[in-house]
């Protein structure tokens, strides 16, 4: 799906038949890395960690995806969209959710501009009225597992602090021009001047505003909190999988493991490759824990949160279109 949404609604067949394409490509290029580093670890290794796992805790793991993370997530994209003025009803809110976590995976993660324009197709509401709920809501996501490793990188990892920081001062500061009316609208009017922008300065500055209603102070703190404690109850469940392998790995050295490794793969789809890449080699460089584990526990905890939502997602895709059928919601 490209960045630009068509104008017309697409069937949900055509939705799941592009997101059955990304999501071999994904699971192809997540299969070959893990095979990868499994032959390269030693795939005995791996496999006679797997058979010692308590695999009870892979469920609580996932019980906190859902409960702590996905729930608390959709309470704040819901809460955004009425803050916008979109009214959507609560099921249909939740079933746009779930299907945008399976975007996550798309290229650039474009994909994940299902979730207005579904929301468009429901309620009627333009694009660029409801684009900064999106944005909103993944902008706090990765402040939060930037705050969440801020707390003890300099315990685990000292010569990435300056970087942690850095990128914690730099998103702040982003907030806060677009706090700023005046400079923001100066900003937007100077590009709106540029010839291949020039059709776009309406929706550029309808766009702001909605923004501005997003990131005013109490919003921004409210939906910040929500995402610090849903990014942390993923973290609480890695800490878990710990167990199932018998060590009693501490909160503060998973949460930090997990919220940096989640950070640094933001820019790419769903993480693939550098979250995956650090959880199979940081918590053995950081913490020296056995290699097998070590691989065996990132596999788990991308099972649990990853692909779990991909799964999710997938599902949800295939109601789609019956609710595009559906007359509009008031």
Aim: glycine share 10%; charged share 15%; with cysteine.
């Amino acid at each position: 799906m490209s960045a630009s949404l068509p104008a017309e609604p697409e069937s949900a067949q055509s939705l799941t038949v592009r997101f059955r394409r990304w999501l071999a490509w994904a699971v192809a290029a997540a299969a070959l890395g893990w095979i990868g580093w499994s032959l390269y670890v030693g795939i005995d290794e791996v496999q006679e960690a797997l058979g010692r796992f308590r695999w009870r805790w892979f469920g609580v793991a996932i019980g906190l995806t859902l409960v702590g993370n996905y729930l608390l997530r959709w309470l704040k994209w819901h809460w955004l969209l009425r803050r916008l003025g979109v009214r959507l009803p609560v099921g249909e809110s939740a079933l746009i959710f779930v299907a945008g976590l399976a975007m996550v995976i798309s290229p650039g993660k474009a994909g994940e501009l299902l979730k207005p324009w579904l929301v468009r197709e429901r309620t009627g509401a333009a694009m660029a009225t409801t684009i900064p709920a999106l944005v909103t809501e993944r902008l706090t996501d990765g402040m939060a597992a930037l705050i969440l490793a801020a707390v003890s990188v300099s315990k685990f990892a000292g010569d990435s602090a300056a970087f942690v920081y850095g990128t914690i001062a730099l998103s702040f500061a982003s907030v806060g021009v677009l706090m700023h009316e005046g400079l923001s609208l100066t900003i937007l009017r100077a590009f709106g001047r540029m010839g291949p922008l020039r059709r776009f300065a309406d929706k550029l500055e309808e766009l702001y505003r909605s923004m501005r209603l997003c990131l005013a102070p109490w919003p921004l703190l409210v939906t910040l909190v929500m995402s610090i404690v849903a990014w942390g109850a993923e973290c609480w469940g890695y800490q878990l999988l710990w167990l199932g392998f018998g060590h009693d790995v501490s909160l503060d050295a998973c949460t930090f493991l997990y919220a940096f490794a989640t950070a640094a793969g933001g820019l790419s789809p769903g993480g693939l490759g550098v979250a995956d890449g650090m959880l199979a080699t940081l918590p053995v460089t950081l913490l020296g824990l056995p290699q097998g584990e070590v691989a065996a526990t990132s596999m788990l905890i991308r099972g649990a949160t990853l692909w779990l939502g991909v799964l999710l997602g997938a599902l949800a895709l295939f109601a789609v279109d019956p609710l595009l059928r559906r007359p509009r919601a008031l």
